[in-house]
């Protein structure tokens, strides 16, 4: 996410990978642990360039505000402690310090001081029914999919609209509790959050329909994407 002033910015990435069970409590991983980046101007997915989900995009305000971006690493990162020490590497990297602030209108530069935070994310579940419970909880009418609204309220930058942003965001609230720890670990529960947030100029959706068909289509396209890059850069 570029603009480093909506604090409605859900994440600047996502970084998708099996999750340990446990941290594996290894030590820092050294300096002569070298890796290599390389940017991948062309290895985005397809499904970015569809029309339907472009004019979403610029109603939700992802357009402006979000930028997607593909970089190879060289070297494997198997353990906790070695993803850690590998993305605080990409951000020193003189490739990350080449094409993020040109990607990122809003972004002037990185300095090797940046503090940099990682959250591993889990695949385990790979379908929609993760979002039943939206019509369980009543926060999605079951038979017109419209989204139940409340006052409108300002949470930590993020205007809310309606429950389901109230679900998705407001820890104090009842209705946080519709998704659980687990299912807010897991990749697309993160590719729906980030839609429904949306961007600084957000123009929100009544009816829950299209949050949920573009959080199948990306996921699905990213994930494809993903197997099909790793499978290629297997083969080199």
């Known amino acids: 996410h570029c603009d480093p002033e909506y604090q409605g910015a859900v994440h600047a990435a996502l970084l998708t990978g099996a999750k340990a069970a446990e941290d594996d409590g290894g030590e820092e991983p050294t300096a002569s642990k070298a890796y290599k980046f390389r940017f991948l101007p062309e290895a985005i997915p397809k499904c970015f360039g569809d029309r339907h989900l472009q004019a979403d995009f610029k109603k939700w305000g992802l357009d402006q505000d979000m930028v997607i971006l593909r970089f190879l690493y060289d070297s ?9 020490f590998m993305v605080r590497e990409f951000f020193k990297s003189a490739e990350a310090q080449r094409i993020l602030p040109h990607a990122c209108g809003g972004l002037s530069g990185i300095g090797p001081g940046t503090k940099v935070e990682m959250q591993q994310l889990t695949v385990k579940h790979t379908d929609m029914s993760i979002f039943h419970v939206l019509t369980e909880k009543r926060i999605v009418n079951a038979a017109t999919g419209r989204i139940q609204g409340r006052f409108e309220e300002d949470w930590e930058g993020i205007p809310l609209y309606d429950t389901l942003r109230e679900a998705l965001v407001c820890e104090e609230s009842e209705l946080y509790e519709t998704f659980s720890e687990t299912i807010r670990q897991e990749l697309l529960f993160k590719v ?5 947030i949306g961007g600084a100029s957000n123009q929100y959706e009544e009816i829950v329909t299209p949050y949920i068909e573009h959080t199948k289509k990306i996921f699905k396209c990213g994930t494809v994407s993903l197997t099909a890059a790793l499978n290629r850069a297997a083969a080199i």
């Open 192 to 196: 729906f959050m980030h839609v429904v």
């Open 76 to 84: 494997p990162a198997d353990t906790e402690s070695e993803r850690q």
